[in-house]
């Protein structure tokens, strides 16, 4: 492989992580069209440049342009990036105070492993409850802050066969 080809392939995968921040070597790899080798080559020469960032989040090394976004940003946007997190927090958005049995019905995993993420967005602070008469209910804290992150970076775009979930959920 020539030097300008390897630049350009840099210029893509920065380009891609600045529009979608958060995304994985795997995902960067797919979107592309190039070989997971190949993508781990180029984010480790873009990372030892300092132009992007490598964190390792929910069993994911995530990628972050360099500087342009915080940690919490970063660990909100890791959970935006994964499937059931993402589900439990458009559908607490669209119906906020939803028992673990509303969101159980609708998600539709096992209760274990719901509380599982639902214990991982509460301790990310993104989601919270509220206990009433021995029933828990949750809600997203910072609902307009989650939404600005949901509009600015359409995680679900990244995740296969979200559409369902997507086009069900109005603003």
């Known amino acids: ?8 392939i840099r210029r893509k995968i920065y380009r891609l992580i600045y529009k979608n921040p958060g995304l994985h070597s795997r995902k960067i790899a797919k979107v592309l069209k190039i070989s997971g080798q190949l993508a781990d080559y180029h984010l480790a020469y873009l990372e030892k440049d300092k132009l992007i960032i490598g964190v390792k989040q929910e069993g994911y090394r995530r990628f972050y342009v ?16 994964q ?7 458009l559908f607490l958005l669209k119906n906020p105070n939803s028992r673990h049995s509303d969101l159980y019905n609708f998600i ?6 719901l509380s599982y993420h639902l214990k991982k967005l509460i301790d990310k602070d993104i989601v919270t409850f509220k206990v009433l008469n021995n029933e828990v209910f949750y809600f997203v804290k910072n609902e307009q802050e989650i939404i600005n992150l949901v509009v600015k970076y359409e995680p679900h ?14 603003w």
Do not use: C, Y
């Open 157 to 170: 775009s990244w995740i296969d066969n979200f559409e369902d979930v997507w086009a069900d959920f109005t």
């Open 66 to 81: 360099e500087g342009k976004i915080g940690h919490t940003e970063r660990q909100r946007i890791s959970l935006l990036r």
């Open 108 to 113: 539709g995993i096992a209760p274990s492993t």
């Open 1 to 8: 492989m020539n030097e300008q080809s390897d630049v350009e």
């Open 83 to 89: 499937e059931i997190p993402l589900k439990i927090i």
